[in-house]
């Protein structure tokens, strides 16, 4: 069987394909435009293999897409491709619209296409699965539940609004077209291979590099954490088992306040760095507070009850046991961090 995974030069598409091909039988055809944060030294170990095809374009690129799909005759395509930084978007906010909205749009159309050429059968089995976050759930007081499926969406920067807008097309052609679609919200990802414009990353290479390690407003915004390899766990179980039109909230109800977080990345780099950049006695010193982003919204949670419930998924990972691997990673992989900064 044949996965079409798009994005899978990116972070999460990274891992979920040296999974796959590491420990599945699947075939994977990967389309990925290589923006500056798609790396194909993220699969330096697995795309020699025989079951892998990898096409160097655009989502956006119905032409190319049509020929894929008849050439390759896939089973499933889970749909990764995105622009995904907050703060771009809100300098730079049609890249988003452009990939995330109109990129979902020609993939769900060239996707149509392809299925009203297949046996009930073939249709009826096939996967369209579409991943999204829960930052299209919105802002979050501290009082709040945390987000179920089915609640409403209420997105505050333009990416989520992108992504918000992504998956509404998905419900559409499913609900339309009979398309057997699956979409996924996950909370934030951390692990190896994140372009270092992201959180985590960002700041375990200034700190190991002496770097000021800046944090938005005061630092009390909340997020809900994942490990990256666990995230990819969940997609694989919703893709095989996950009843077709539903939605699946993807999180290891991990709440932590930002400057939590960079606090316990500077204390465990505190323990595994015996020489300090000159003049840091703790990692610590380097934490400085900037100004907040414009409409940054304050917290994140999803209740991820459902698929532990419904498909027996469950985070592997503490969030001190992936963070410690993370960090480990990065300290160990510089080359690669170094020119992932150097194309971004
Ligand atoms: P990423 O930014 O690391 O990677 C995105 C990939 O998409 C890159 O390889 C890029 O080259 C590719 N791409 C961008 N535009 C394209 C286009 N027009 N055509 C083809 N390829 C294109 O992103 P990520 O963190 O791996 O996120 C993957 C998906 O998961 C996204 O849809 C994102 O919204 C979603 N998500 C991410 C997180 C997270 O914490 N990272 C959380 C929840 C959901």
């Not at 030069?9 to 290589?34: C, M, P, Q, S, W």
Request: hydrophobic share 35%.
């Amino acid at each position: 069987m044949t996965i079409l995974i798009t994005g899978g030069a990116g972070f999460i598409g990274g891992a979920a394909v040296r999974y796959i091909l590491k420990h599945t039988e699947y075939k994977v055809v990967n389309i990925d435009k290589l923006t500056y944060a798609g790396h194909l030294s993220s699969l330096a170990g697995v795309v020699n293999s025989s079951r892998y095809h990898f096409y160097n374009s655009d989502i956006c690129d119905r032409d190319l897409l049509r020929e894929v799909f008849k050439r390759h005759k896939p089973k499933a395509v889970i749909h990764m491709a995105a622009e995904t930084h907050v703060d771009r978007s809100i300098s730079h906010a049609e890249p988003f619209m452009t990939t995330n909205i109109m990129g979902t749009f020609v993939l769900l159309e060239a996707t149509r296409d392809y299925l009203e050429g297949l046996s009930r059968n073939a249709r009826n089995s096939f996967r369209f699965q579409h991943i999204s976050t829960d930052e299209v759930f919105g802002d979050l007081k501290a009082s709040d539940s945390m987000r179920v499926e089915s609640s409403c969406y209420a997105p505050s920067s333009p990416y989520a609004a992108s992504k918000a807008s992504a998956d509404h097309l998905v419900r559409a052609w499913g609900r339309t077209y009979n398309m057997p679609i699956l979409i996924s919200h996950c909370v934030n990802n951390y692990g190896p291979y994140q372009f270092p414009e992201k959180l985590i990353p960002k700041m375990i290479i200034n700190a190991e590099r002496g770097e000021l390690m800046p944090l938005y407003g005061n630092g009390t915004q909340i997020r809900d954490w994942i490990y990256v390899d666990d995230h990819v766990l969940a997609l694989m179980k919703i893709l095989e088992q996950g009843k077709p039109g539903h939605t699946y909230n993807v999180g290891g109800h991990i709440q932590k306040t930002n400057i939590e977080v960079v606090e316990t990345i500077c204390d465990i780099l505190d323990k595994l760095i015996a020489q300090k950049p000159k003049g840091i006695k703790n990692y610590r010193d380097l934490i400085t507070f900037v100004a907040d982003r414009p409409g940054h919204d304050h917290r994140y949670a999803i209740d991820a009850t459902k698929i532990g419930r419904a498909l027996g998924w469950k985070a592997k990972q503490t969030f001190e046991s992936g963070l410690l691997k993370t960090i480990k990673w990065y300290l160990n992989n510089r080359a690669w961090w170094k020119q992932a900064r150097s194309d971004g």
